[in-house]
Nanobody, 127 residues
Framework: QVQLVESGGGLVQAWGSLTLSCAASVRASSMYVMGWFRQAPGNEREFVEVISWSGGRTNYADSVEGRFSVSRDSAQNTAIMLMNSLKPEDTAVYYC????????????????????WGQGTQVTVSS
C-alpha cells in the first residue's frame, strides 16, 4: 500500500502560480509512476500530467501544456507540479496518484491505471 500526501493548494489570482507536492511512502525496491489528476465540481476526474519513475518522460494534458510542469526529487519519492499562468478554469481538487511499474521510463495517462490515490488538495483561481 502506498500512501500519498498532497500539499501546496490554495487560493491564487488568475495568471498567478502555485506549486503542489506529493510525498509518497513507497517500498525502497519498487518503482512508481506518479500522476496528477483534477476534478472540478460536476465534472469527472481528468488527467493533468504524469512523470515516469526515471523522471525522464512526462506527458501533459493539452489544457495545461506549456503552463504546468512536473518533476521528481532525486529520491523519487516526491512529485512536484509547478503551475504557472493559472486560469479560473484550473479551479479543482488536485489528486496525486501512483502506479507501481516494472519499467522506469513508462507512464500512464488514464486514471484507471492507478491504484493509489491521495486525498486531494483544493486549488482555487480567482478572476
Amino acid at each position: 500500500q502506498v500512501q500519498l500526501v498532497e500539499s501546496g493548494g490554495g487560493l491564487v489570482q488568475a495568471w498567478g502560480s502555485l506549486t503542489l507536492s506529493c510525498a509518497a511512502s513507497v517500498r525502497a525496491s519498487s518503482m512508481y509512476v506518479m500522476g496528477w489528476f483534477r476534478q472540478a465540481p460536476g465534472n469527472e476526474r481528468e488527467f493533468v500530467e504524469v512523470i515516469s519513475w526515471s523522471g525522464g518522460r512526462t506527458n501533459y494534458a493539452d489544457s495545461v501544456e506549456g503552463r504546468f510542469s512536473v518533476s521528481r526529487d532525486s529520491a523519487q519519492n516526491t512529485a512536484i507540479m509547478l503551475m504557472n499562468s493559472l486560469k479560473p478554469e484550473d479551479t479543482a481538487v488536485y489528486y496525486c496518484a501512483a502506479h507501481q511499474t516494472a519499467y522506469s521510463s513508462h507512464y500512464y495517462s488514464t486514471k484507471t491505471a492507478y491504484e493509489n490515490w491521495g486525498q486531494g488538495t483544493q486549488v482555487t483561481v480567482s478572476s
